[in-house]
Each structure stands twice: as C-alpha cells, then as structure tokens.
C-alpha cells in the first residue's frame, strides 16, 4: 500500500486526439476563484486543457480535501490516443499530512519505551500510536473513493457515455459526510497535539549527545588511523562518476564533458580519454582484467571501450530511462546495468541482451474499446554488485535478487524502521549488505546476512542532538565499512563486528570507491551543480 495516496494509468482509444479533446472540453469549464453555492449549471470539472495534456478538479458544493488534483498527458499515434493520468493530493493536504505526522515521528522511539517499561501495555499513549494511523487510513479511504470516481467518469467522457448523476438530495448528503470527516479530523489532530506534549518532556530526558571517538582514544589502532591525501585531480569542475580498477592500478572518471578519462591510480598521471559522442557520463565499471571500460550515458546508452585499442565503442542499447549504474561481474562475463525502474544482464563479449527485471504480469485490462494500464512503481532497483545480487526495493520489502537465479532474499527489518537505501552496500564477496537505518532520534549502522536476510550486528552512530550527523556515501572494503559523513569526517567501521575503528576530519565526499586491498580510497568532493568537483585520491600504509 502506497504510504501517500497516490494513482496512475493510461487510458488507450483508437480516436484521434482533436476528438479526445474536444469530449473533455465538453465537461470542463474555466476555475473560477468564486462559485455560487447552490449553482448547479456547470461542468463537472474545472480546469485547464491544451494539446499536450490536461490539469482538472471536480467541481463540488461541499468542502473535500480528499479530491484529487488530476493531470493528464497526451500521446498521439496513427493507432490513436494514450492518455497517461495521474492523481494526487493537493499540496495544502499533503503538507498538513507530513505536519501532523513530523512530531509523531520524532517520538515514537519514546513511546514505545514509555509503553513497555514504565507503564504496560494499557498505557493511555497507544492513543498517540492510534491517531496518525488512523488519520492515515482515513485520507486513504476517502482518496481511492475519489479517484475511482473521477477515473470511472474520465472512461465514461472519453467513450461518450457520460452523464450528471448529481442530484440535489446526493449534494446535501455528501455535505453532512464532508462535515463529519472534518469534525472528525479535528479531534484526531487536537488528541495527537496532546499526545505529542505529554512525551515531549521524556524525549528531551532520553537524548543524550554522543562522543566522538577519534584514532587516539581506540585500544587498537585501525591502518586507516594513517590515511593520508595522495593527490587531488583539479581542473576537471563537472565529474559524476569514478572507478577505480580490481590490480588498484587505474582510476577511470566521467561526466558532463561526455570524455572518460584514465589515470595512474599510484601517480594520479592522466594517461588516456576515451571521448563520448554523445550522453553525458552518468556511470561507469571496470572489468577485472583492467583492460575494458563499461559506461552509463544521459541519452540511454551503455558503452563498452577497449582501452588498449582506439576501436570506437560498441553500444548497447535497450534502456528507456537515464542508466545510473553500470557493473561488470566478477568473472568478466557478463555486464549489469540499472535505471530508476528495471535492471538489464548483457553477455560481456556479445553484448546480447540476456534479462530484464522486472519480468512480471502485466496490469493491463479493457474496458470496451480502451485499455487501461496500471503505471504504479512497485519495483524500484536500488544497487548491483559485481557478484550478481541486487539490492531492490519491492512491494514495501528490500529484497536481495540473485540476478542468475532470481532468487530472493528479504532483509529483516523492524515495520517502523526507516532504511538508508541510498547508502546499502553488498560485499566484495556478496555475503553481506550493509545499510544505515534511521529510527528517530537516533541512526544506527546495520549489517546482514545476505544468505538468510538476519541482521547481524548493528552499531549506533549518532543520535538526535547530533544535527548534521548522517551519511554522505559508504562502501565496503573485504574487511571494513568507510563512510563520508555530512559532519566532514570519515570514520570507518570493522565489517564483520560494527565497531568503530577511526575517525578522520576530512571534506565530505562522494561516490566514494576503494581497490580491492583496501590501499586507495578515492571520491568526489565539491557540487557536480555548482561546477567545481575534484576527485580525491588518499592512500594508507
């Protein structure tokens, strides 16, 4: 279930699109700032329409904050028309929803501390746990019923067999219903309110700050205790993307300027580009033997460069959104790549076209003559490893995909948990994932066994008086964690127990990558927007 109600599809006729438009314009009229209450000489819409799509609300004599704001896009083919739709809340509901939902965020770790050591389980605050959820349920309930209706009307208008049910006696009764919600709300959202201030005082007494730990007051001494600046590459203001090879003898970086360049990882020497013909650099992976570059561009493409040769690239094409992840398998043999919907396996020497996740049903039916397609995202792609498992976001699970098998493994997690996805990492060895997870007021850093999907262990690395504290990027060594902080540190963890093994000031960076020994480090500091990276390259005993 969507968290915020939300809904897409498409809508398919075979009639041109001056006649589509011409059925809506027939019920929708201008917005007007002023509507006479007890008018009833109107379109059933309100709203804007052109040649490229249409943006309309109900017209109602009722107050109703579950109507939805309903957009529309126009499609035209010699086999017709595709109308792709998309219903959503209003701004003002949505941002009275994250109001009310903020402060219940921020104390439910409290609560349930309150709820089960100091007063049970008939504690009077499993109100504060009722309120939110039921408002949810609420704003669910009363939006499915409004976007089905306008969805069921908006197949009526376009097949011609639209008519006003609306009757004076069905006005007033949904008047009375509109009253009664907001009667309702009202006193949900003045019990939260109480709530919220009856544990404030409690949250206030449980945050306590925490000390940094830096080299100097560890028992052991991590070889990343002495990591230092090798060099910084300037001069290049617009890179999106680094590698650094498996031998730890290159370093390969792309981006806007749409040219791949080549260093010496050891001199930081620039040694070849490789020049785009088109695409800005999004992404890009080595191959194990160090000899081949794999590139994700902006126009969709992946490229595959020879850089012992001056061979042109072969290109691969297939992606229908920008491709933001590009890996090549451990063995060599085969390419993966990701965009912010599928997953795509090629054959590494073919570049043969061998998957595409997701391959589920289709959510296609028909309604006479039109067919309606159901656009909602359930499958989000969130990182690939060079061992074939991906990390994926699925029907509200974060799943680990074996891509040769298509096996699945679920990650435990707790219902109120809210994951980093952005910074989970698999293994060089694709025996663990690591993520952070932010359960209000504090984060903790989180490791699992990705053989059964159990936590293994997880540290706490920062609490709520902690403002600026949270990642920036992370990734794996064979034995430790290395994360760029937004407090400008660098702090790295044991991979296998969670503990913290050294805290070094140092700029924040990203897309941070590492050699597979552990020696370099390198990533990317400055603002790819602001025009002004640098790539970083430090090094360790």
């Not at 009363?142 to 009757?167: C, D, H, M, V």
């Not at 201030?197 to 925490?210: G, R, T, W």
């Not at 997880?458 to 609490?463: A, E, F, R």
């Not at 990276?533 to 090094?539: D, F, S, W």
Request: net charge neutral; charged share 20%.
């Amino acid at each position: 279930m969507k968290f915020l109600p939300n809904e897409k599809f498409t809508i398919s006729t075979q009639e041109p699109l001056s006649q589509v438009i011409e059925k809506l314009e027939a019920h929708i009229e201008a917005p007007k700032t002023i509507r006479w209450r007890f008018s009833h000489n109107h379109a059933p819409y309100a709203g804007t329409i052109s040649d490229s799509g249409f943006k309309i609300y109900r017209i109602i004599h009722y107050r109703n904050s579950f109507l939805p704001i309903i957009r529309g896009k126009f499609e035209s083919s010699s086999e017709g028309t595709r109308i792709y739709v998309t219903m959503n809340l209003n701004p003002f509901v949505l941002a009275f929803l994250l109001f009310l939902f903020f402060p219940f965020l921020t104390l439910i770790p409290t609560f349930f501390v309150v709820l089960i050591f100091q007063q049970g389980f008939l504690s009077p605050e499993i109100l504060f746990l009722g309120f939110p959820i039921f408002i949810l349920f609420i704003f669910w309930c009363a939006f499915w019923y409004e976007a089905n209706r306008s969805r069921e009307e908006l197949i009526q208008i376009i097949e011609g067999k639209y008519f006003e049910p609306e009757t004076v006696n069905k006005t007033y009764n949904k008047q009375k219903y509109g009253i009664w919600l907001r009667g309702l709300l009202i006193l949900i959202v003045i019990g939260n309110i109480i709530a919220n201030l009856d544990l404030f005082s409690l949250v206030q007494q449980e945050s306590q700050p925490l000390v940094s730990q830096s080299c100097s007051q560890l028992s052991t001494q991590s070889p990343y205790c002495k990591l230092t600046v090798a060099y910084t590459l300037e001069g290049y203001p617009t890179e999106a993307d680094i590698a650094i090879s498996s031998e730890g003898n290159i370093l390969a970086s792309g981006g806007e300027d749409k040219a791949i360049k080549i260093w010496d990882l050891q001199t930081g020497e620039l040694k070849k580009i490789l020049q785009s013909d088109s695409g800005v650099i999004n992404t890009l992976a080595i191959s194990p033997d160090g000899k081949t570059i794999v590139s994700g561009s902006g126009d969709r493409m992946i490229r595959i460069w020879n850089i012992t040769s001056d061979q042109p690239p072969l290109m691969l094409k297939g992606h229908s959104n920008n491709i933001i992840q590009v890996e090549v398998s451990s063995d060599g043999n085969t390419i993966m790549s990701r965009d912010y919907e599928e997953i795509k396996v090629w054959d590494f020497e073919t570049g043969e076209l061998k998957a595409t996740l997701p391959n589920l049903p289709s959510r296609e039916f028909k309604i006479g003559s039109l067919v309606i397609e159901d656009n909602s995202s359930y499958f989000n792609p969130l990182k690939i490893s060079s061992k074939g498992t991906a990390l994926v976001k699925f029907e509200n699970k974060i799943l680990a995909w074996n891509l040769a098998t298509n096996e699945q493994i679920s990650l435990e997690k707790k219902w109120f948990e809210n994951l980093d996805i952005y910074s989970g990492r698999i293994s060089l060895d694709g025996e663990t994932v690591v993520m952070t997870s932010f359960s209000q007021p504090k984060t903790y850093l989180k490791i699992w066994d990705l053989k059964t999907g159990m936590l293994k262990r997880q540290q706490q690395i920062s609490s709520s008086s902690q403002v600026k504290s949270g990642f920036y990027d992370l990734t794996l060594t064979r034995n430790h964690i290395i994360g760029s902080t937004k407090d400008e540190e660098l702090k790295v963890w044991n991979l296998e127990t969670a503990e913290l093994e050294a805290t070094l000031e140092q700029e924040k960076m990203s897309h941070l990558v590492v050699s597979s020994e552990g020696k370099f480090l390198a990533g990317i500091t400055g603002n790819l927007y602001n025009q002004d990276t640098q790539i970083k390259v430090l090094k360790r005993p």
